[in-house]
């Protein structure tokens, strides 16, 4: 597709589920990034995928947190045994290698509100 | 700890004016500073761009300063029109930071016709 498309766009689960959450970025974009806004706070990195292969796993909060990606497209981000602090916008984010200073394209999030 | 600062949370600003945003970091080692803007129920969207070998970058009405001695960046918008009214977000990463860009918390820019 022409954007970065999220799936789905809101999400309401009862504490102690577990949510995954879609990404699609654009096809041909090699590096796919998964970021959360909390209320009131900035983005906070989560995840880089170049390709299938995560380099980058520092920012997961915890080991309920996970996330994959295949055929160098869609990517999945999995919390399990959700809590209430984990209630944020969860944003994807897709770029071509090297083109730092071209920004990422972001999708429009997923609004995951934990009850 | 919050390597990316803004420290207004909103702006309010005539039609027509400039608008000023600006942006503090504190770490020495980064090199590239991007500045996105965000409308309600959507994704941040790219505006500009500056790598720490310039000062100034500019692109029609927004034009970025980077000040490296002071960790400071701002972001001008002239003239400052009604659609400009977003949430802007700065943005900052380094070949030393690893691959992720850190955000700020948002500047909530309001252009009153």
């Known amino acids: 597709g022409a954007g970065v498309s999220q799936s789905p766009s809101n999400k309401v689960t009862e504490k102690g589920k577990d949510v995954e959450l879609r990404c699609d970025p654009i096809?041909?974009?090699?590096?796919l990034y998964w970021y959360r806004q909390r209320l009131g706070q900035g983005l906070e990195f989560l995840i880089y995928?170049?390709?299938?292969?995560?380099?980058?796993k520092s920012g997961l909060p915890s080991d309920r947190f996970s996330a994959e990606r295949t055929g160098e497209s869609v990517s999945t981000l999995t919390i399990q045994r959700t809590q209430q602090e984990d209630s944020a916008v969860y944003l994807c984010?897709?770029?071509?290698?090297?083109?730092?200073?071209?920004?990422?394209?972001f999708g429009s999030g997923t609004r995951l509100t934990v009850v | 700890d919050q390597q990316v600062k803004q420290n207004s949370p909103s702006l309010s600003v005539q039609e027509g004016r400039i608008s000023i945003l600006n942006c503090d970091y504190t770490?020495?080692?980064?090199?590239?500073f991007l500045w996105y803007k965000k409308y309600p129920a959507e994704g941040p969207t790219f505006l500009i761009s500056?790598?720490?070998?310039?000062d100034k970058n500019e692109d029609g009405r927004f034009t970025v300063f980077l000040n490296k001695s002071a960790k400071h960046l701002s972001l001008h918008i002239v003239p400052s029109q009604p659609g400009d009214s977003a949430v802007y977000f700065c943005?900052?990463?380094?070949?030393?930071?690893?691959?992720?860009?850190?955000f700020g918390t948002g500047t909530s820019l309001t252009v009153i016709p």
């Open positions: 995928f170049q390709g299938n292969s995560a380099p980058d």
């Open positions: 096809s041909g974009h090699t590096a």
């Open positions: 770490n020495s080692m980064f090199d590239y």
């Open positions: 943005a900052a990463s380094g070949i030393s930071t690893g691959n992720q860009f850190y």
């Open positions: 500056i790598s720490s070998i310039k």
């Open positions: 984010a897709s770029s071509l290698s090297g083109g730092v200073l071209r920004g990422y394209t």
